[in-house]
């Protein structure tokens, strides 16, 4: 079956979404920001739908959605795991970054904008320019088959032909996989009062990219030779 990373569009939406509902309770990071797969009430669902078609806009471009899609030419698509990358800090330009206009109103969904704020102010700031990895999801008929991996693989890739900072959150599970590519532990963020994680503490966590160079053709070398 072939392999394909793209970047999602808004008639993704729906596959997106199903995705990241059906991945987000198997890692316990996430268990603190969201209900049980039982109690996944319309509203919660709803709002992280805004969400989603909000990044997913083709003229919002401080959001960039990229999925693995499994499915064969001419064939409907079948998205099995999804980055969502938060691209605000990544450029250092004067264009103005755009507030996310969705009203979030879940204390669940607020709790993480929360903690993110807070990795933002103690870590993630000493960096000028970064790429803020927002969440990462397979779904679970598709997982261990280094499909994660190969989206943020594809990113760093990218990352290198102007180099830059990638920047992300990790629990439990999260802090071992992103470690085993090569990002850094920061420190510590706290989690809210009454979280369900043990130890109330996840990871900010970075990883620097280079920039690439530009190998030097025989032309180039020719052409250096003569003028030198």
Same mark, same amino acid.
């Given at each position: 079956?072939?392999?394909?990373? /793209?970047?999602? %569009?808004?008639?993704?939406?729906?596959?997106?979404?199903?995705?990241?509902?059906?991945?987000?309770?198997?890692?316990?990071?996430? #268990?603190?920001?969201?209900?049980?797969?039982? !109690? @996944?009430?319309?509203?919660?669902?709803?709002?992280?739908?805004?969400?989603?078609?909000?990044?997913?806009?083709?003229?919002?471009?401080?959001?960039?959605?990229?999925?693995?899609?499994?499915?064969?030419?001419?064939?409907?698509? @079948?998205?099995?795991?999804?980055?969502?990358?938060?691209?605000?800090?990544?450029?250092?330009?004067?264009?103005? +970054?755009?507030?996310? +206009?969705?009203?979030?109103?879940?204390?669940?969904?607020?709790?993480?904008?929360?903690?993110?704020? *807070?990795? /933002?102010?103690? &870590? &993630?700031?000493?960096?000028? @320019?970064?790429?803020?990895? =927002?969440?990462?999801? #397979?779904?679970?008929?598709? =997982?261990?088959?280094?499909?994660?991996?190969?989206?943020?693989?594809?990113?760093?890739?990218?990352?290198?032909?102007? !180099?830059?900072?990638?920047? %992300?959150? !990790?629990?439990?599970?999260?802090?071992? &996989?992103?470690? !085993?590519?090569?990002?850094?532990?920061?420190?510590?963020?706290?989690?809210?009062?009454?979280?369900?994680?043990?130890?109330?503490?996840? *990871?900010?966590?970075?990883? %620097?990219?280079? +920039?690439?160079? /530009?190998? @030097?053709?025989?032309?180039?070398?020719?052409?250096?030779?003569?003028?030198?």
């Amino acid at each position: 079956m072939q392999t394909k990373i /793209r970047a999602a %569009t808004p008639e993704d939406l729906p596959a997106v979404v199903k995705v990241i509902l059906a991945a987000i309770n198997k890692e316990r990071l996430w #268990t603190n920001f969201v209900p049980s797969k039982t !109690g @996944q009430d319309e509203s919660y669902v709803k709002e992280i739908e805004a969400l989603l078609k909000e990044h997913l806009d083709p003229s919002n471009k401080d959001w960039v959605i990229e999925v693995i899609d499994l499915a064969k030419k001419s064939q409907p698509s @079948q998205i099995v795991s999804v980055a969502v990358w938060d691209m605000s800090a990544a450029e250092d330009d004067d264009r103005k +970054k755009r507030d996310v +206009k969705t009203d979030i109103t879940d204390d669940r969904l607020s709790a993480y904008t929360a903690v993110v704020s *807070k990795a /933002r102010n103690e &870590f &993630f700031n000493r960096y000028p @320019q970064h790429s803020y990895l =927002q969440l990462l999801a #397979t779904h679970p008929d598709h =997982q261990n088959h280094g499909y994660a991996k190969d989206l943020v693989h594809s990113h760093m890739v990218k990352a290198k032909q102007k !180099g830059g900072v990638l920047t %992300t959150l !990790g629990g439990p599970f999260g802090y071992i &996989f992103f470690s !085993g590519l090569g990002f850094h532990d920061l420190g510590p963020v706290s989690l809210p009062p009454g979280s369900a994680s043990d130890s109330h503490i996840i *990871k900010a966590m970075s990883l %620097t990219v280079p +920039k690439e160079e /530009r190998r @030097q053709s025989i032309v180039d070398s020719v052409l250096n030779y003569i003028s030198s």
